[in-house]
């Protein structure tokens, strides 16, 4: 499959164009952004890896039924994608205790989630992408009813497969942002799902696996990148 006329830059992928008006390229940057943008690096190989790793998970999440944007992985850096329409709310899982909710609830980070928290944060780069509820969406017309109602049944039984997919491979899903797209009238799972957008801990040692160590200068972040692909290999 040929690449085509870019169509759409974003902070960590690019999508190409193709000769199939309804598939597109996904290309994999190694350029990552935390805070809204106000911190930027890149990371040795890291597009490569996460174009492998959301391979096997959206391979994994077709299989149980999900819909997916998801066609093929091309090449190192590409995959193969449906073209949607992206709904402009980005959508959040937490089990645990991490990041902007600890900061907004004034909670410690690694606390047990009595029950998933699903969130819904406004997709503006502008306004560094708002928590919003639903009443916001229906109000400013992002989505409608129908389309939250599978949006969060989607969302909530990719939690479930995903928690036990990572569990077997020794890993804690703490949490996780999925975008969801329109095509040909349905809601699908779009973007990519990958240490960048999810929390990943190490069972028993609550190592972190993921863009925390990038946010936070941990160091060794290609490695930690690496151990979540060898394990999603197995
Ligand atoms: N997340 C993401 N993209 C965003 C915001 C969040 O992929 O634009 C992911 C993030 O990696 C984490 C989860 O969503 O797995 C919850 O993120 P949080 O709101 O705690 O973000 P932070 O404030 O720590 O960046």
Not at 59 to 77: V, Y
Request: net charge neutral; aromatic share 8%; charged share 35%.
């Amino acid at each position: 499959m040929e690449k085509g006329q870019k169509l759409y830059e974003g902070k960590a992928k690019i999508l190409y164009a193709t000769a199939d008006p309804d598939l597109v390229i996904q290309y994999f940057k190694d350029d990552a952004t935390a805070f809204n943008a106000k911190k930027k690096g890149t990371v040795d190989q890291k597009g490569v890896i996460n174009n492998k790793i959301s391979t096997k998970i959206f391979e994994f999440l077709k299989s149980q039924g999900i819909p997916t944007h998801f066609e093929k992985h091309l090449s190192d850096r590409e995959m193969l994608v449906k073209r949607v329409e992206i709904v402009a709310v980005e959508v959040i899982i937490r089990n645990r205790a991490a990041g902007s909710l600890c900061r907004l609830l004034g909670i410690e980070e690694g606390r047990k989630m009595v029950s998933p928290i699903l969130e819904f944060c406004y997709k503006r780069d502008d306004l560094g992408d708002p928590l919003i509820n639903e009443d916001h969406i229906y109000a400013l017309e992002l989505a409608t009813r129908e389309e939250i109602e599978d949006i969060k049944k989607y969302t909530l039984k990719i939690n479930e497969l995903m928690s036990k997919f990572f569990a077997k491979l020794n890993l804690e899903l703490i949490d996780f942002k999925l975008e969801f797209g329109r095509y040909k009238g349905k809601i699908i799972l779009a973007d990519e799902i990958s240490p960048d957008t999810c929390r990943l801990w190490e069972i028993g040692t609550g190592k972190k696996l993921d863009k925390d160590r990038f946010r936070h200068d941990l160091g060794n972040i290609e490695e930690a990148y690496n151990e979540v692909l060898s394990r999603v290999s197995q």
